[in-house]
Every structure is written in structure tokens, then in C-alpha cells.
């Protein structure tokens, strides 16, 4: 089992960027495969980026490729969320995921409790 915390949500205009951090508490934290999901209002939580344990692999959703970028440091037990260009679209509450399984868009079993994040336009 590990324990997400997620934060650096917030308010921002259209093209600007936030930057997400998901801290773990679990010793075992360099063995999981990272993600982000997100869910907006009324809409189904939907799986953003992947990241595979060692931080070689990396996977994301076509929405967000070449905005967005998912980095892991086993030695911080933290994984980032930097996301840049944000578009209205982008508003939603972002989740933390952890999974053992491996670069996959199906999320573990594992959540943090998610940060809002707001593009205005």
C-alpha cells in the first residue's frame, strides 16, 4: 500500500502552465509505475500520463501529448505533472494513481485525494 498526496493545483489563464507534485509515504515507492487521471464536472475520471518505475517509460493520453510531461524521483518519492499550453478543457480535479502492472492507462488501486486545477479563458 502506498499513500499519494497530491498539490500545486490552482487558477490559471489559457497557455499558461501548473506544475503537479504527488509525494508517496511508501518505502516501496520506487517499485510502482506512477499516473495521472483527471475528472471534470460530470464526466467519467480519465487517465492523463504514465510513468513505469525506473522512469523509463512514459505514456499519455493523445489530449495532452506534447503539453504535458510526467517525471518520477524514486529518491524524492515524488512524481510531477508539468503542464504547459492549459486549455479550458484541461479544468478538472487531478488524481495521483500508483499501479504495479506497468505503463498502462488503467489505473491501481492506490489514489491520492486530487487537486483542482482551473483554466480560465
Known amino acids: 500500500q502506498v499513500q499519494l498526496v497530491e498539490s500545486g493545483g490552482g487558477l490559471v489563464q489559457a497557455g499558461g502552465s501548473l506544475r503537479l507534485s504527488c509525494a508517496a509515504s511508501s518505502r516501496t515507492f520506487r517499485w510502482y509505475n506512477m499516473g495521472w487521471f483527471r475528472q471534470a464536472p460530470g464526466k467519467e475520471r480519465e487517465f492523463v500520463a504514465v510513468?513505469?518505475?525506473?522512469?523509463?517509460?512514459?505514456l499519455y493520453a493523445d489530449s495532452v501529448k506534447g503539453r504535458f510531461t510526467i517525471s518520477k524521483d524514486n529518491a524524492k518519492s515524488t512524481v510531477w505533472l508539468q503542464m504547459n499550453s492549459l486549455k479550458p478543457e484541461d479544468t478538472a480535479v487531478y488524481y495521483c494513481n500508483a499501479n504495479l502492472v506497468g505503463l498502462t492507462t488503467t489505473p491501481g488501486p492506490n489514489w491520492g485525494q486530487g487537486t483542482q486545477v482551473t483554466v480560465s479563458s
Open positions: 510513468i513505469t518505475w525506473n522512469g523509463g517509460s512514459t
